[in-house]
């Protein structure tokens, strides 16, 4: 079992940035994936960014040039860095960890991001 604990989230003005962080506990070894994922009120969970099983990184088209991801392997934490934030990034943030062995998925709880003036 892999526990996902995301933190973070907020509210922030138009322009503003913020940072997420995904901790993970657990049998961490499984994991050969690692993304982000968003969920607005009434849309479909969609990709924003991640860390593939090949260690490449892959961002959705409307996040380029604004929104970057690190990880720090000693605290087994993902994060993401969120700038020039626009209201259409309010969503609820999701992490999600693959274990492509297994074929299942970890999620955490969401943080909830909101973009507004």
């Known amino acids: 079992q892999v526990q996902l604990v995301e933190s973070g989230g907020g509210l922030v003005q138009p322009g503003g940035s913020l940072r997420l962080s995904c901790a993970a506990s657990?049998?961490?070894?499984?994991?050969?994936?690692m993304y982000w994922y968003r969920q607005a009120p009434g849309n479909t969970r969609e990709l924003v960014a991640g860390?593939?099983?090949?260690?490449?990184?892959v961002f959705a088209d409307s996040v380029k040039g604004r929104f970057t991801i690190s990880r720090d392997n000693a605290k087994n934490t993902m994060y993401l860095e969120m700038n020039t934030l626009k209201p259409e990034d309010t969503a609820v943030y999701y992490c999600?960890?693959?274990?492509?062995?297994?074929?299942?998925?970890?999620w955490g709880q969401g943080t909830q991001v909101t973009v507004s003036s």
């Open positions: 860390f593939t099983d090949r260690g490449s990184t």
């Open positions: 999600m960890a693959s274990d492509e062995v297994a074929g299942y998925d970890y």
């Open positions: 657990g049998s961490i070894s499984v994991i050969t994936a």
